[in-house]
């Protein structure tokens, strides 16, 4: 079988399509003409038929691929077997990067232009192309002739550089998929330049490890993190050590370190020389925040302000009340943070599910567009962030309408918080009888009890038992939800006679575990809303210092702090790191975190001037809300204080912050916070 790149482009979108597609999808999808896919059906149909398949055409509905499941399966491997006779730009681009990478010698023209099957003009300007991007990862790439071409640089900026391909090439389903996943000759060199063979002994090795900070971490810095310490032992069995930096010369040994060292030392079977375990503490402190007496995440209000403004907008052109899902809040905060840094960071997007997005939810998609556009701006948002901006707010609409549920299910849905709502809803949708008990990340999900859950729902292949799980696409066609009934009745109903048979299940452990950590937030919300308090200051200031050493006086009365004068100090560092005043609100938030404060600490100071800033004109601000916590702070306490300073954007919050008394503003809290804890539980 031999095929074109557009060839197999078509084919392979085919198979992944669980329902018809159009040419006009396929043509979007893989940037050529409508008239060009349908020249290149007459010769697929050929192809297909040879393979024991047909290519059914419905009028008005588009085209399918069909057969039954063994022959579907043996023409995935002959394809993904087959050597195409093209390759696409950016996969020779991708594949000479992974070459060069590889290699510690130079790699003559001659040689990249036989494995890819062009010419050496085409391998040249495929090099010009990837000058910029080498030049970014602070490498050189060296050219010369009778040289050939080569990657010239620290070993450091190498592993940075592979761990900006894997986040840029590679989805949940490359890295996490099942051993025998068919994959591209592509992928399959980057994987292995990432050092996905290593995954599983460097995940040992992470699992071993006791540390709250570590398993306290987010799926996303897990991720990368799994891919960072891979990519380094990778390296380590090839002889591609890393060189010692001065300022590294002294390691900072911790006791997280040495167990991790030592644990990826027994697992991976590899040496650390100083260096890389130099390095691997560096990986370890990337996680940490910026400043370390920093309370609230820096950038967290101005994320918060997008969201409101973007909720608003389309709340504003749809007449849904979006702004009272707080869900959809969370969810949008969530996402759009991550998805704007790795666009601002030249990182792109891909969403496989785009085509079909545009197709079923075409008006709000345009809506969610157009709603962007006058919101977000000095970034451009590609339609691949769109469609996933889509999945927010479908799963609101969604939201609206409750079902019964009596299966237990967990969902894994590495795509973002978004696409698992909107897949939890539709499952509900579709079968009212599932319960969504949680969400559960890739690498959580093989850790958790059968006894907890009858069901896993996941869009990715997960390392279980096929009889543990099912895999669906985030929006649920038909066909998928008639195969997760099949599973329930086949599989899952049957597991569950057998748990009938030794007794009930216990739900005494869910259920305590649930209530104590409900039992936490109340007590937090209750310890902040009983001490916050409004404070009229009379007194005029010359500077800033002085104003702060005032409000600290009454935080010190109150027996939260002992010294005044630290606290001033790191509140005017926070201050030069970024300002603290809240655009266009007349409100200022001062907050920290020091081993000097001995409790959450929540006080409005109204000003009878202008807080004096670092600036000729006044600053307009007369409110300023003084949010202190201990340096130690539980997660509940965190949680709350992130939660009130949400808050800061809503416009009632901020006049009764204005104008309102000390019992409104309490009142406004415990409503909003009411809201936040039912959330919770």
């Known amino acids: 079988m031999r095929l074109t790149h557009r060839h197999r482009q078509i084919l392979e979108l085919l198979l992944r399509r669980e329902g018809e597609v159009t040419a006009g999808e396929i043509a979007a999808e893989i940037n050529v003409s409508t008239r060009t896919v349908h020249r290149e059906l007459a010769d697929l149909e050929t192809i297909v038929q040879n393979a024991g398949l047909t290519l059914q055409k419905k009028s008005g509905k588009g085209m399918l691929l069909q057969g039954d499941s063994a022959h579907l399966d043996a023409f995935k491997r002959s394809l993904l077997a087959v050597s195409a006779s093209e390759y696409s730009a950016q996969d020779r681009k991708l594949y000479i990067l992974c070459t060069l990478l590889q290699e510690a010698e130079p790699v003559k023209l001659f040689t990249l232009s036989h494995e890819l099957s062009v010419t050496i003009p085409t391998i040249t300007n495929d090099l010009d192309e990837l000058e910029g991007w080498v030049q970014k990862s602070d490498l050189i790439l060296v050219r010369r002739r009778g040289y050939g071409v080569g990657l010239s640089g620290s070993e450091a900026n190498m592993r940075r550089m592979i761990s900006r391909m894997a986040r840029h090439y590679l989805d949940e389903s490359d890295l996490f998929g099942k051993p025998d996943q068919p994959l591209t000759p592509v992928m399959m060199k980057l994987l292995a330049l990432i050092g996905k063979e290593h995954f599983a002994k460097v995940e040992e090795a992470l699992w071993q490890v006791e540390d709250e900070g570590l398993n306290a971490l987010s799926e996303e810095a897990y991720t990368q993190l799994l891919i960072h310490i891979s990519i380094a032992v990778s390296r380590i069995k090839q002889g591609r050590g890393i060189e010692l930096q001065a300022e590294k010369q002294s390691v900072r040994q911790s006791e997280l370190l040495a167990q991790l060292i030592g644990h990826l030392s027994s697992k991976a079977e590899v040496e650390f020389s100083t260096a890389e375990t130099a390095y691997i503490a560096g990986l370890l402190e990337r996680g940490e925040a910026p400043h370390p007496n920093q309370l609230l995440p820096q950038e967290e209000l101005s994320y918060m302000e997008i969201v409101w403004k973007l909720v608003r907008q389309m709340e504003a052109h749809s007449g849904v009340p979006y702004s009272s899902d707080r869900s959809l809040r969370d969810g949008l905060l969530s996402h759009l943070e991550s998805a704007l840094k790795r666009l601002q960071a030249g990182v792109g997007i891909r ?34 962030e769109i469609g996933y901006l889509v999945m927010h707010f479908g799963a609101s609409l969604e939201r609206q309408k409750q079902f019964r549920r009596n299966v237990r299910a967990i969902l894994v849905c590495t795509s973002g918080l978004g696409t698992s709502k909107m897949l939890a809803v539709r499952l509900t949708k579709e079968l009212p009888q599932i319960d969504i008990i949680g969400h559960a990340s890739w690498f959580e999900a093989a850790r958790i009890p059968e006894k907890e859950y009858d069901l896993i729902v996941s869009t990715v292949d997960l390392p279980l038992d096929n009889d543990q799980y099912i895999k669906l696409s985030p929006l649920l066609t038909k066909e998928e939800a008639e195969r997760l009934r099949l599973f329930i009745q086949n599989v899952t109903l049957k597991k569950d006679d057998i748990r009938q048979e030794l007794g009930p299940i216990p739900e005494v452990d869910a259920t305590t575990d649930r209530l104590y950590r409900i039992k936490q937030y109340v007590n937090e919300i209750v310890r902040i809303i009983d001490q916050f308090t409004v404070h009229h200051v009379e007194q005029s200031f010359d500077s800033l210092q002085a104003t702060l050493r005032e409000i600290c006086g009454y935080a010190k009365l109150t027996h939260v702090i002992e010294d005044v004068e630290p606290i001033v100090e790191l509140l005017l560092a926070r201050e030069r790191q970024s300002s603290q005043v809240i655009p266009d609100t007349g409100l200022a938030l001062f907050h920290i975190r020091s081993e000097l404060v001995k409790a959450p600490f929540l006080t409005l100071f109204r000003l009878q001037q202008d807080l004096v800033l670092d600036q000729l004109a006044p600053s307009g ?14 997660k509940e306490s965190l949680e709350v204080l992130s939660e009130i300073s949400s808050y800061l954007l809503i416009p009632q919050m901020i006049e009764l912050l204005k104008e309102g008394s000390q019992s409104e503003i309490k009142q406004f809290l415990s409503q909003e916070l009411e809201g936040f804890l039912e959330n919770k539980s």
């Open 621 to 634: 601000v007369r409110q300023v809300l003084l949010m202190l916590g201990p340096q130690q702070l539980s």
């Open 351 to 384: 969403n496989p599910l785009l085509a079909q997005i545009k197709k079923d939810y075409e008006a709000l998609f345009e809506g969610i567009r157009r709603a962007v556009d006058e919101t977000i701006t000095g970034i451009a948002l590609p339609d691949e």
